[in-house]
């Protein structure tokens, strides 16, 4: 399945406040479609598939990226669900929104493939790159690349840098600290009932 290119606000009609995807909120409070404001009883598949989807739609990821980081996270020691959350939060992409270089994580994505962001001076294309602790993010020492910033930083996507990063909002240049903790995470939602919907897929 491909990434999400369709109407933003839709999505976050249907599932809530998605933070990384919109910064604009719906003028109606119930979901898209005909039957929008009905209410209907959902199923317990039909719950996990929504936390699912709000994974998904926030992040920006294809669903068979979504499977990928949950395999990996299962590998992992400690929470499945926590250590989902960190794999996609610690995203270059992801990263660099929280640095507040750009108002959401598809302007971020597009900072990231265009050549404008640097990791340790280098210049790193790839939004789905892991960034690790004492990795320093900046942004490409270029006029236009400096100017896009400046502009999205007039309006940040959120007010407030997790506890595991640094900005110097002169240089544009930010450090990665270490992983971010679970209560850093802006996104409502329930890990575990992720992390049980692929188990039943399995």
Same mark, same amino acid.
């Given at each position: =399945?491909?990434?999400y290119?369709?109407?933003? /606000?839709?999505?976050? *009609?249907?599932l809530?406040?998605?933070?990384? /995807?919109?910064?604009?909120? $719906?003028?109606?409070?119930y $979901?898209?479609?005909?039957? #929008? ?5 959902? @199923?317990e ?10 994974? *998904?739609? !926030? ?41 507040? =270089?750009? #108002? ?11 050549g ?9 294309? &790839? ?11 900046? &942004? ?7 100017r896009?910033?400046?502009?999205? =930083?007039?309006? $940040? ?5 997790? @506890? ?5 909002? !002169? ?8 992983? &971010?903790?679970?209560?850093? &995470? ?12 692929? @188990?039943?897929?399995?």
């Open positions: =399945m491909s990434r290119r369709g109407p933003r /606000l839709r999505v976050v *009609r249907r809530g406040e998605l933070p990384g /995807l919109s910064r604009k909120n $719906p003028r109606r409070a $979901p898209p479609g005909q039957h #929008g404001q009905g209410r209907k009883k959902r @199923s598949y039909a719950i996990r598939l929504e936390e699912k989807q709000k994974l *998904r739609f !926030n992040y920006g990821v294809t669903e068979g990226q979504l499977v990928r980081y949950v395999k990996k996270a299962r590998k992992a020691t400690g929470s499945t669900g926590q250590k989902l959350l960190e794999l996609l939060e610690m995203r270059l992409d992801n990263t660099v929104f929280r640095l507040g =270089m750009a #108002g959401t994580i598809p302007g971020a994505r597009q900072l990231v493939s265009h404008h962001v640097t990791v340790n001076g280098q210049v790193v294309d &790839i939004p789905s790159y892991q960034c690790r602790s004492g990795e320093v993010i900046s &942004i490409r020492n270029q006029d236009r690349s400096r896009l910033v400046a502009a999205n =930083m007039e309006y $940040p996507g959120l007010a407030n840098l997790p @506890s595991h990063l640094d900005f110097d909002k !002169n240089t544009l240049t930010g450090k990665v600290n270490g992983t &971010i903790e679970r209560e850093w &995470i802006a996104l409502q939602i329930n890990e575990l009932l992720v992390v049980e919907y692929y @188990s039943r897929k399995a």
